[in-house]
Antibody
């Protein structure tokens, strides 16, 4: 069955860096577009970033542009989110989510999430 | 950016009753609209895409309707496991993909 497992979250000081990972299994990873979506504590869902199946096309939310870098390694069935210049408002659970619809961007599978806390 | 709104913020329903949740887009999204269910401490789960197509394994008591700017999620007879927060999301015009603020369905 499809599995997405995020890791790498934790407590970091403002201005610090963190690298999140998402390990995928149960499907042909290299065929699928992928996304990161986050949820601040007690708040709603916010899309963060998108990456095409090859990794050649990447989009970011304005709130993270220039600070976050989304990448993938199709040989390792893994996604990475390098987060630099972290701010208190980046505190959230970060989910990786699969686009199960060949480019329509329907988020059909989600990981369990990893919590990032930015605090001094 | 397309802004999504949802109403009501909280819906209090008794088991067995019908629940009707609304979602509105600030401009037309055609039928490029999804609904998600999120229970406490869990990841969101896809319920509906294309405004009205149930995802795999979603019970028939969940139905979606609408197009353009106004959408509805209906739960025909609420079960205990349906008490959760429901989000709508547009994927018509992106980036960014945008979500509504959610409707919490709780016990009356």
């Amino acid at each position: 069955q499809v599995q997405l497992v995020e890791s790498g979250g934790g407590l970091v000081k403002p201005g610090g860096s963190l690298r999140l990972s998402c390990a995928a299994s149960g499907f042909t990873f290299s065929d699928y577009y992928m996304n990161w979506i986050r949820q601040a504590p007690g708040k709603g869902l916010e899309w963060v970033s998108y990456i095409s199946s090859s990794g050649n096309t990447i989009w970011y939310a304005d709130s993270v542009k220039g600070r976050f870098t989304f990448s993938r390694d199709n040989t390792k069935n893994s996604l990475y989110l390098q987060m630099n210049g972290l701010r208190a408002e980046d505190t959230a659970v970060y989910y990786c989510a699969r686009d199960g619809s060949s480019g329509l961007n329907i988020f059909d599978q989600w990981g369990q999430g990893t919590l990032v806390t930015v605090s001094s | 950016e397309i802004v999504m709104t949802q109403s009501p913020a909280t819906l209090s329903v008794s088991p067995g009753e019908r629940a009707t949740l609304s979602c509105r887009a600030s401009q037309s999204v055609s039928t490029n609209l999804a609904w998600f269910q999120q229970k406490a401490g869990q990841a969101p789960r896809l319920l509906i895409s294309g405004a009205s197509t149930r995802a795999t394994g979603i019970p028939a008591r969940f139905s979606g309707s609408g197009s353009g700017t106004d959408f509805t999620l209906t739960i025909s007879s609420l079960q205990s496991e349906d008490f959760a927060v429901y989000y709508c999301q547009q994927y018509d015009n992106w980036p960014p993909f945008t979500f509504g603020p959610g409707t919490k369905v709780d016990f009356k």
